[in-house]
């Protein structure tokens, strides 16, 4: 079984940044697909970044050039780094971890950029 536990949401300014993290609980970290979704009111939910198991990447254009995903295997961490938040981030930030037929999800963190 596999718990995550996302941390790191709050409330910036336009142009500000975040860090969020995902601590993952279990065994065989380094063989799930670990990714960040968001999920703002009233729209569904969107695949932000995404971290393979061969550490290739993969982002939603809109946040191209802006966030990193990123990862500790020591501490079974990972990271998504936002840089140049916008008002159209503001959302609630889910990680989940996927291999094969399993799929977990965090119980999310906020992330609202106001002015």
């Known amino acids: 079984q596999v718990h995550l536990v996302e941390s790191g949401g709050g409330l910036v300014q336009p142009g500000g940044s975040l860090r969020l993290s995902c601590v993952f609980s279990?065994?065989?970290?380094?063989?799930?697909?670990m990714s960040w979704y968001r999920q703002a009111p009233g729209k569904q939910r969107e695949l932000v970044a995404q971290?393979?198991?061969?550490?290739?990447?993969a982002y939603l254009e809109s946040v191209l050039d802006r966030f990193t995903i990123s990862k500790d295997n020591a501490k079974r961490t990972v990271y998504l780094q936002m840089n140049s938040l916008q008002f159209d981030d503001t959302a609630v930030y889910y990680c989940?971890?996927?291999?094969?037929?399993?799929?977990?999800w965090g119980q999310g963190t906020q992330v609202t950029i106001s002015s």
């Open positions: 989940n971890a996927a291999r094969r037929a399993d799929d977990y």
């Open positions: 279990g065994s065989e970290f380094t063989n799930y697909i």
């Open positions: 971290l393979g198991t061969e550490d290739e990447t």
